[in-house]
């Protein structure tokens, strides 16, 4: 599993960083913020574009040629094409075709004779667009021809738009160039003028010029190339079916490539010429490119109901390539050579996807863009699910992350690729919701629809919902008058998500189910609360009949607040609603199904539910605890089965919430019995995963190794200490120790918090010599984990010590204000620096009366952590003793103090029944607290 783009999604350690997550490409809309285009008028419309590129790679400039072939819409004088301001316009040429002999036209002209008009043009101010000024009006229906010539810069550092980029060849070792486009989002208009929207697909006819010892290839296959003796060859390629301006793509290069292998039975692949691009001596290394390729393919031809749409498809693994994300060029994909070589076949067959559902079907504008990713992303998921089985995250990942966003009280804050991000993954489940509830056929012959209506055409959002509403209807999936439209539409219109409560009555065998805005983050005080209401599918199980199967809701709350459902099970039995996460929301029952439901998982029949249903329960519950919707003795109960339980999918919601609730309860006594708890939690299990990887391990396995052994280090497990402090012997003992660190990161952390004093000065000595020349990230971790890791109070005093009061010259303002930041991560960090910050008071001020960004920061991080009464008191003390001395920190510690109050809330609520349920769990595991 790679780095995954959601920034939100980490376990918000400061050091250390537990799981990683698959990496997704930045999405369209979420790489570039919201597209703000203005939209070009329609006055006039293209019908196709002939066009001629010719670059020079050596020089890294080009030329070309543009013929628009377009038809008037509505009179006018003036028009509009997309031009980036860099590109230069050589010549413009405007003709009128008379398409017949029709009276009344601007000039009376035999069919076919073509007339010239007079044109001038300018840069629209701030803009990506030309304006095209002509002597007198053109009238609806009249064609035009408008012809130019241009030349313009290659990019040479960035991978878009036209660029060109080197590498060496291993074999004559010398530097070939290389000419490629990356023309998404609207970067078409940087290499031609056009009609650079998704909405304009017309055909494109394209002629390239390229140097004879090297070859293009583009969206078509080639018709007819000139002279190969010349220097400069002419390459024509057939004519694209309607393709939007981003879709275009060629590559000019003397890399090499293969074919599929026809004797290998795997690859499917009829009629279809498949070729993978690389260096030469990078080929071996693709050899199970196009098996991968052509099984995703088969898969997607028969999702789709309709063939892959072109004759040929080229991948390139491209040196050099620096985009975040591949270019996906219709038939004519490129990639990163790591990427195309690595194992896994989620990152192609999200590509291929785009060549349906963007390339052949194309979405109107940037808005339905989004709908457009979402769904692309649910189909990769849902083709690689059925191809292959190690794609195994999928979705709780998402779906956690998406829980933690839609409940904070500001969800993503100002950040627009979050919001993107997060949009996109929420648009991404409604479409999983959408297969489960309509059943997995209808939802398949409901896309099969859409695009059989939409294929070289564009779409809007609405069509999708209103293709898999007629599909329902037909199937008999949906009640009437129901549509996919009002369902969906009050999923994605929202940023939030709503939380059903489930509340059983057990004298009469009905629940009662309500639905609410999920808010998490507390307070919560959200504004209009009560005008949220959604659709939400009710898929309903009982312990007498377990069938997980049957995924078909039992009824659909119609935006209704609250509804009775009946014929439950008896009080011994329980009910799970929403199992297998079928609707991206959380379920909270009453106390007693949740204590069935606990007891049940901790029978040896417990496998009879799911496993990500397993996962969700306890998910569901701590998440609720956390948020004051469940008492936390019985959110703590369902852990109890983990004790037995060995799926890396159950454990998978344990460590986020370890760290949530970890954090809360840093500051109290409870935090010792908390950390005994989680050794006894993660000692068996990690004790019987072994210390080392086994060979053929599944990397789910790794992470759970990986993740229980960082918690039970930070948790003070003793053979863990023992091993870190074994590994930074070596570098103690080394000659000469500021050369370089043998000691790997994980090791260094527990070091510094549970080691010996020695240990600690000793980092700190090398942060102090630490060489000019060596690399200063690996200072900057040193620092970070020698101020952020310590349970020692001694440690830190002597860190603020030097750098605050001594002023020792080694440390820079930025080391000061890093160190401040890492103490907010644990109560003895932020308490120590009160304390610090009290006792200097007018020492500190003084240090930072010329530098108040540090004067903010040690404010900040000395009061806003706080998380009970006692830190409240500390604060609000402080506060009123030097009330007037604060200057521009007054607003800092106006906002810690009301934050302090929310959190001290939360700590009296819920401390002493967190206590009182490790108490007794503590006494009947027989625990020593002392670790
Ligand atoms: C491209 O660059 C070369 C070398 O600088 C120059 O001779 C040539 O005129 C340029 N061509 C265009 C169209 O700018
Ligand atoms: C321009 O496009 C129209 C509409 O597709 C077509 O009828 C016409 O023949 C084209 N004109 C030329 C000169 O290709
Ligand atoms: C690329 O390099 C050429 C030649 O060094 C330079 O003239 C041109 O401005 C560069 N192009 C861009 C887009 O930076
Ligand atoms: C290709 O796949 C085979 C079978 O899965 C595997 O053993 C081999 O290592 C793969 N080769 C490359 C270069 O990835
Ligand atoms: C789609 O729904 C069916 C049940 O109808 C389920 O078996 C399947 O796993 C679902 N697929 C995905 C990818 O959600
Ligand atoms: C079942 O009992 C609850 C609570 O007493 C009551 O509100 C509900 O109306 C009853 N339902 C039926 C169908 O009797």
């Not at 008028?41 to 070309?64: A, C, M, Q, V, W």
């Not at 393709?243 to 004797?263: D, G, M, R």
């Not at 039992?554 to 009910?575: A, Q, S």
């Not at 070596?730 to 660190?741: A, C, L, V």
């Amino acid at each position: 599993m790679k780095k995954l783009i959601f920034p939100f999604l980490f376990l918000t350690f400061t050091i250390l960083q537990v799981n990683s997550f698959r990496k997704r490409s930045i999405d369209l809309i979420a790489a570039h913020g919201l597209i703000s285009d203005n939209k070009l008028p329609r006055d006039i419309t293209p019908n196709s574009y002939n066009l001629k590129i010719h670059p020079y790679p050596e020089f890294g400039n080009f030329t070309g040629s543009i013929s628009i072939n377009a038809t008037v819409q509505q009179k006018t004088k003036t028009f509009f094409l997309n031009k980036h301001p860099d590109l230069i316009i050589n010549q413009l040429k405007v003709e009128l075709v008379s398409v017949s002999e029709i009276e009344s036209k601007t000039i009376p002209i035999a069919a076919n004779e073509l007339v010239q008009l007079d044109a001038e043009w300018k840069q629209v101010k701030k803009q990506s667009m030309m304006s095209v000024e002509l002597s007198s009006d053109v009238n609806a229906e009249e064609e035009l021809n408008i012809y130019l010539e241009f030349s313009g810069f290659m990019y040479n550092n960035t991978s878009e738009g036209l660029f060109r980029s080197t590498y060496v060849d291993a074999e004559t070792k010398t530097n070939k160039w290389y000419v490629a486009t990356f023309l998404r989002p609207n970067m078409a208009r940087s290499l031609f003028p056009c009609f650079d929207e998704p909405s304009y697909k017309v055909p494109v006819t394209l002629t390239v010029v390229r140097p004879n010892h090297m070859k293009t290839v583009s969206n078509m296959p080639l018709v007819s190339s000139s002279d190969p003796n010349e220097y400069w060859v002419t390459d024509m390629f057939q004519t694209t079916p309607p393709i939007a301006t981003y879709s275009l793509a060629f590559v000019i290069s003397e890399l090499k490539s293969f074919s599929h292998n026809v004797s290998d039975s795997e690859v499917y692949f009829p009629d279809i010429r498949m070729k993978v691009w690389a260096r030469p001596d990078f080929l071996p290394a693709l050899v199970n490119v196009t098996s991968k390729v052509s099984k995703s393919i088969q898969f997607l031809e028969n999702f789709w109901g309709s063939p892959y749409p072109l004759p040929e498809l080229h991948i390139f693994a491209l040196p050099n390539y620096q985009a975040t994300r591949p270019s996906d060029g219709w038939g004519i994909l490129l990639f990163k050579e790591s990427e195309l070589s690595s194992k896994g076949t989620w990152h192609l067959t999200q590509e291929l996807v785009y060549q349906w559902l963007g390339a052949l079907a194309t979405p109107f504008w940037w808005s339905d863009a989004h709908i457009n990713n979402a769904l692309v992303r649910y189909v990769t998921a849902y083709t690689t699910l059925n191809i292959n089985e190690d794609e195994t995250y999928w979705p709780t990942t998402m779906l956690y992350s998406i829980y933690y966003e839609f409940s904070k009280r500001y969800p993503h804050g100002k950040n627009t690729v979050i919001k993107q991000d997060s949009l996109s993954a929420k648009t991404e489940m409604v479409f999983r919701m959408l297969n489960y509830t309509l059943g997995e056929c209808t939802f398949k012959h409901g896309m099969q629809r859409f695009m059989a209506d939409r294929q070289y055409k564009n779409f809007f959002a609405d069509d999708i919902w209103s293709s898999l509403t007629e599909q329902a209807k037909f199937d008999k999936t949906l009640p009437e008058p129901i549509t996919i439209n009002e369902i969906a539409g009050s999923w994605i219109t929202k940023d939030r998500l709503p939380v059903v409560t489930v509340t059983r009555h057990y004298h009469n065998n009905t629940a009662k189910i309500h639905q609410r805005v999920y808010l998490r983050e507390r307070p919560h005080d959200v504004p209009d609360q009560e005008k949220f209401l959604w659709w939400i599918p009710i898929v309903l199980v009982h312990q007498d009949k377990m069938n997980f199967l049957n995924t078909t809701p039992l009824t659909w709350m119609r935006r209704e607040r609250e509804i009775e459902i009946k014929d439950l099970p008896g009080k011994d039995k329980f009910i799970v609603v929403n199992p297998e996460e079928i609707g991206p929301f959380p379920v909270n029952y009453d106390i007693e199904n949740w204590n069935i439901l606990a007891k049940f998982l901790q029978t040896d029949q417990r496998e009879k539910i799911p496993v990500y249903t397993r996962a969700k329960l306890l998910h569901d519950a701590w998440n609720l605890a956390y948020a004051g919707d469940l008492s936390f003795a019985t959110a703590l109960n369902m852990t109890l089965f983990l004790k037995y339980e060995r799926q890396y999918l159950a454990w998978d919601p344990v460590f986020t919430l370890i760290d949530h609730i970890g954090k809360h309860i840093d500051s109290s006594t409870v935090h010792k019995k908390f950390q005994t708890y989680v050794r006894i939690l993660l000692t068996p299990l990690y004790e019987e995963l072994g210390e080392e990887p086994k060979p053929g391990e599944c990397e789910g396995i790794s992470n759970l190794r990986r993740s229980s052994k960082i918690f039970l280090c930070q948790a003070g497990y003793k053979p863990c200490i023992e091993e870190a402090q074994k590994a930074f012997r070596t570098w103690r003992d080394s000659n000469n120790p500021d050369e370089g660190n043998p000691v790997a990161n994980q090791y260094i952390c527990p070091v510094f918090k549970w080691g010996a004093k020695e240990e600690w000065e000793f980092g700190l000595q090398r942060i102090i010599n630490f060489p000019f020349g060596r690399k200063p990230n690996e200072r900057t971790y040193l620092l970070k984990t020698l101020a952020g890791c310590p349970n020692d109070s001694w440690k830190i005093e002597r860190l603020l010590n030097i750098t605050v009061l001594e002023q020792n010259g080694n440390f820079t303002d930025n080391d000061i204000y890093l160190i401040f930041s890492m103490l907010t991560g644990s109560a003895n960090g932020y308490t120590t620096l009160f304390d610090f910050l009290k006792k200097n008071w007018d020492v500190i001020k003084a240090r930072f009366v010329e530098k108040p960004m540090l004067w903010n920061s040690i404010i900040t991080s000395a009061t806003t952590a706080f998380k009970t009464q006692e830190g409240l008191d500390m604060v609000s003390e402080l506060y009123l003793e030097r009330q007037t001395e604060f200057g521009n920190a007054d607003f800092v510690i106006e906002k810690a103090l009301k934050h302090i109050k929310e959190e001290t809330k939360w700590s009296n609520d819920n401390l002493p029944i967190i206590e009182k349920w490790l108490d007794n769990y503590l006494k009947e595991n027989q625990a020593n607290i002392e670790a």
